[in-house]
Nanobody, 128 residues
Framework: QLQVVESGGGSVQPGGSLRLTCTASGGTFDYYVAGWFRQAPGKGREGVSCINNNGETTHYADSVKGRFIISRDHTKNTVYLQMNSLKPEDTAIYYC?????????????????????WGQGIQVTVSS
């Protein structure tokens, strides 16, 4: 059964960068859409960015467009989220998720119900 684990979180000053890594095991990650979601204190979980199985289609939330880049490496069974120009409002727990593509990537990214495999989450804190 596919499992995913996040790494790379931490604390950074505003304007800084972090790269999150999602590593899959127990299954073929290539078959799945992969997504990054986040949940800030007192808020619901929101889709940040998603990528289809072959890496050719991506989607970004408006709040991160131009600052975050999602990519995947099939040889390493991983998906990355490069986060640049970080802002305090990016502070949240970030989750990696995977799900079979049953709709447009943009639609899937807008609703976490499409994803059945979730990591435990990792904290990202942006503060001066």
């Amino acid at each position: 059964q596919l499992q995913v684990v996040e790494s790379g979180g931490g604390s950074v000053q505003p304007g800084g960068s972090l790269r999150l890594t999602c590593t899959a095991s127990g299954g073929t990650f290539d078959y799945y859409v992969a997504g990054w979601f986040r949940q800030a204190p007192g808020k619901g979980r929101e889709g940040v960015s998603c990528i289809n199985n072959n890496g050719e289609t991506t989607h970004y939330a408006d709040s991160v467009k131009g600052r975050f880049i999602i990519s995947r490496d099939h040889t390493k069974n991983t998906v990355y989220l490069q986060m640049n120009s970080l802002k305090p409002e990016d502070t949240a727990i970030y989750y990696c998720a995977a799900g079979p593509q049953i709709s447009l990537v943009s639609d899937m990214c807008g609703d976490d119900q499409w994803f059945g495999v979730w990591g435990q989450g990792i904290q990202v804190t942006v503060s001066s």
